[in-house]
């Protein structure tokens, strides 16, 4: 099993920036696909980014890229979301989640992942 936790939701103004992190616990995470997701008050739940086991690649949705940087520290059994040039459609619930196995794409799909955190508030005004 895999315990999530993340940190560094809030509020913030439109224009600025924030730093998710999401601390692993119960197995090394250096064998899992990470990924962050979001949920918008009367939306599904959606795609984020997404890191490959190894770091070696990333992916991101279209509304987040360049926007938006994904990244992992193995040894801290951590995983971080830089959140820059924020939007007021960025207001959702964030989610970090785990997806087991050494996949060869960063794993986009929710059922691909099997360990999910309990999800942290991030509002930007405008």
């Known amino acids: 099993q895999v315990q999530l936790v993340e940190s560094g939701g809030g509020l913030v103004q439109a224009g600025g920036s924030l730093r998710r992190s999401c601390a692993a616990s119960?197995?090394?995470?250096?064998?899992?696909?990470m990924g962050w997701f979001r949920q918008a008050p009367g939306k599904e739940r959606e795609f984020v980014a997404a890191i490959k086991w190894s770091g070696g690649s990333t992916y991101y949705a279209d509304s987040v890229k360049g926007r938006f940087t994904i990244s992992r520290d193995n040894a801290k059994n951590m995983m971080y979301l830089q959140m820059n040039s924020l939007k007021p459609e960025d207001t959702a619930v964030y989610y970090c989640?785990?997806?087991?196995?050494?996949?060869?794409?960063?794993?986009?799909?929710?059922?691909?992942?099997?360990?999910w955190g309990q999800g942290t508030q991030v509002t930007v005004s405008s």
């Open positions: 119960g197995r090394t995470i250096s064998s899992y696909g």
């Open positions: 989640a785990a997806s087991p196995g050494r996949l060869t794409d960063p794993p986009r799909r929710q059922y691909e992942y099997n360990y």
